[in-house]
Structure formats: C-alpha cells, structure tokens
C-alpha cells in the first residue's frame, strides 16, 4: 500500500494504523521490519510514532552511533522493541557480533531496522516499508 504523507502528523496516523493492522507475532522468530530510504526521508520519524503505539515514552532517536536500542513493552503482543540502525555497519559479521542472530529468532522481539539493505546478505524476510521525498514536506510511505 502507498501513502502519501503531508505532515508529521499524518506519518503519526500512518504508523498507528501499521501497528492496528499490519503487525502479527511470529511462532517462528522474530517480526522484523525493514525502513528504507534516503536521510531525511522520514524513517525515524516513522519509528517514534510506531514506538509510541506501543508505549513508549523514551524519546526515539536513530541509533546511529550506538546501532541498536532495545525497548522493553509492558502489556502488548510484543515483549521488545528492537530499533537497528545498520547505517554505519561495514561487514555483515558486525551485525552477528552483536547478536542479530538471537534476536531474530525470538518471537517475542519486534526488530525495526533502518538502512537494511546494509546487511541483506543476513535480512531474514521482513515487513518492507519504503520512504521517497516528494516534496520538502511530503513524503511516499509504500508498506509491502
């Protein structure tokens, strides 16, 4: 589906409905979410309305520096949220030192990574979510 969001606001209402009608607990591993496009094209913004769907009250930030932040979710289907940002990851291996393999086995963690095409080799299927500028405040959202 393809979304075009004109504010911030909007992008809010398209990440709580993500989250209404989009997202199912695996038996198998973890929900993984892929957030591609440009900087500045709004995935982060995407995620602190996402986050915020599930209670969380921390301010969201990308984890460029730090590559990941774990969230934990009181009372929702999840028990972490996982925000990645592979943005600086240079070799796959990196991804797998810090334990990719794990998190994306436990059902229980909802993992939401930005830049995933810096580690496709190890991206196990995910939920893809597209972001395109189209204007200096419009944004395509496509959800696949």
Sequence with gaps: MDFLSKSV???????????????AKQDFG???????GELGSGKTTFMKYLA????????IQSPTYV??????LEKQ??????HIDAYRIEKEKEMIDL????????PKNLICIEWPDRIAN????????????????ERKISIA
């Design 122 to 137: 190890i991206m196990p299927p995910h939920i893809v979510i597209k972001f395109e500028h189209v204007s200096e405040t």
């Design 9 to 23: 606001g909007e992008t809010a209402q398209i990440a709580a409905n993500f989250v209404k009608t989009s997202l």
């Design 99 to 106: 334990g990719w393999n794990e998190i994306t086995a436990d």
């Design 67 to 72: 590559i990941e932040k774990i969230y934990e």
């Design 77 to 82: 289907l999840f028990k972490h949220l996982i």
């Design 52 to 59: 915020l769907n599930f209670g969380v009250s921390e301010t």
């Design 30 to 36: 973890a929900t993984i979410v892929g957030l591609y």
